[in-house]
T-cell receptor, first 115, second 113 residues
């Protein structure tokens, strides 16, 4: 059983460009989360998908950030017109209903650097 | 005040020491408590999971929850250099459809040989 995978592992882009980050959750997991992790800032919740319900977008920092989850599986986080403050590690996690509490399983992250 | 407070450290101990990591929280509704370990340039991985109060032991690791004090701890016995990582506490109020975890900032631990 494969874990959560993310691509690319590293992304360097220029200020103002758009980027797309991909997450493949664990098969069968209905919940998917995106977080941002900056040095000394801990895990910042961005967005949460649960099955066919409307996503919880309450953590998205601006309208430049958006995310989709197609077919209840793969998710893409898009950042438009990237800024230097967007530089961080973007982590994806998935979990299952009935699992231990809200146990989340994380991917290795995408390290985004905006020059 | 943050819902979950965790001293970021860094904490540096010699190999073989007993390590105590702690989080305090303010929401009395929390009843699911987790400790995650995160190695450098990796995603967090679940280390310990506890429901409600009490202790849970797994090898060299013991998780304690004191709901009356709103305080959770992770103890590492006979610490090893391979335990060097950042340890994050996380907690939530329920296991239903609202599955958002509230996270501590993480404590950086270095175990020196």
């Amino acid at each position: 059983g494969a874990g959560v995978s993310q691509s690319p592992s590293n992304k360097v882009t220029e200020k103002g460009k758009d980027v797309e980050l991909r997450c493949d959750p664990i098969s069968g997991h209905t919940a998917l989360y995106w977080y941002r992790q900056s040095l000394g800032q801990g895990l910042e919740f961005l967005i949460y998908f649960q099955g066919n319900s409307a996503p919880d977008k309450s953590g998205l920092p601006s309208d430049r950030f958006s995310a989709e989850r197609t077919g209840g599986s793969v998710s893409t986080l898009t950042i438009q017109r990237t800024q230097q403050e967007d530089s961080a590690v973007y982590l994806c996690a998935s979990s299952s209903i009935g699992g231990r509490g809200n146990t989340q399983y994380f991917g290795p992250g995408t390290r985004l650097t905006v020059l | 005040q943050k819902e979950v407070e965790q001293d970021p450290g860094p904490l540096s101990v010699p190999e073989g020491a007993i390590v105590s990591l702690n989080c305090t929280y303010s929401n009395s509704a929390f009843q699911y408590f987790m400790w995650y370990r995160q190695y450098s340039r990796k995603g967090p991985e679940l280390l310990m999971y506890t429901y409600s109060s009490g202790n849970k032991e797994d090898g060299r690791f013991t998780a304690q929850v004191d709901k009356s004090s709103k305080y959770i701890s992770l103890f590492i016995r006979d610490s090893q250099p391979s335990d060097s990582a950042t340890y994050l506490c996380a907690m939530s109020a329920n296991a239903g459809n609202n599955r958002k975890l509230i996270w501590g900032l993480g404590t950086s631990l270095a175990v020196n040989p």
